[in-house]
């Protein structure tokens, strides 16, 4: 049937006023470069920090002046891209809510690393004593970018938050330690904590691919600063990486077929394979000491890179600052999936709800919101956990939970587990199973 005028009209009418009211909804309104543009200016500096070294920071302010912001740090290895005083991102902050409320966002290229002067090493140990301006560390450095910022920044209402995910997740941490008075809040999200657990030997095993994948590019070394990406080394040859790895051969072959030298951290890699004095020097946890910000460290329970650093920076964060704002959020997520997702599935596995958007406009926003703006108390527990399989989130007073009692699993005959030791008896001890394995018919297995 086709419509009438009249109802043709009122359809036309709907639409026009749902636009309308679209438009004037800024929670509604769409951000991207333009929007950025347009509600944001943008000038690029280089901050003099105390040996003199200088960082390449972007900082993005709200054309809005009627009222004053606090300030919003992410310094990270990855760069701060786009570069160019009339180039901007597609949004700014941790989400896009952030941007809407206000905030004045500062990127920071770390000590070394594109357009950065210094040098740079990977996950700079911190030094706990500085008996002179050339005793800098990551501490440091966001203690002197602080500094700076308040006395050139216009507009700003002296309160400074830190956020980042992985990598950037350790620099919140390194500043987060005899930390700037301003510097109120602080949320590391995967922070690297122990390099030799996170990322590469979980526990001692070694993980050939992430630290093979992640070097190849990332550990290039950098003439100078620089805007342009290093070049690919090489080519896998084939989409089938296990098949790639399986013909690599001994481990000597990654430098010596494809890195040729130019990759030094991966050479310190092979010659570190365990835990020595150079690893426990990348270990930031006994030096989260002197915190004085309220810290929400975030994780994802399917992390397969960061879990140990999430779960090990919240638990000494709690035994080494008694009496600070501490608390702990982990969700159904994969590496850093609390931003890059929705959070309502992972795989096969479908969590009924959209637990990432929860996240960010219930917990994170609303965390610095409280502690930057003096906005109303969110009233965050102290863990604030979503528990799988139930499908809910559960709001904790301690971590691990009170209740909770630690059990140990025994391997048992048949593949099976047990919550019961194996007897003393020679007949439990004998028992076994066996298997052939072959790398050439790998073991099958689902998302």
Partial sequence: MRPSRSTSALIALVLVCTSAARAQDPAREPIDSTWVR???????????VRDGVRLFTSIYEPRDRSRAYPILIRRTPYSLRPYGPDRVPTSLGPHDGFARDGFIFVYQDVRGRWMSEGEFVNVRPHSARKKSRKDIDESTDTYDTIEWLLKNVRNHNGRVGMWGISYPGFYTSAGMINAHPALRAASPQAPIADWFFDDFFHHGAFFLPHAFGFFHFFGQPRPGPTTEPPANLFDYGTPDGYEFYLKLGPLRNVDEKYFQGRVAFWNEIAAHPNRDAFWQARNILPHLRKVAPAVMTVGGWFDAEDLYGTLQTYRALERQNPGIFNI?????????GWARSDGQSLGDAWFQEKTAVFYRDSIELPFFRHFLKDDADPKLPEAFVFETGAN??????????????????????????????????????DAFDEYVSDPTRPVPFTQ
Avoid: C, N
């Avoid at 009692?405 to 587990?417: A, F, N, P, S, T």
């Fill in 328 to 336: 702990l959020v982990m969700g159904p997520w994969f590496h850093g």
């Fill in 38 to 48: 347009a509600h944001y200016t943008k000038r690029e500096v280089t901050i003099s």
């Fill in 392 to 429: 809910r989130w559960r709001r904790l007073d301690t971590w691990p939970p009170a209740e909770v009692v630690e059990l140990q699993l025994y391997l048992r005959e048949e593949g099976k587990l047990s919550f019961t030791p194996p007897l003393p008896g020679a007949t439990d001890f």
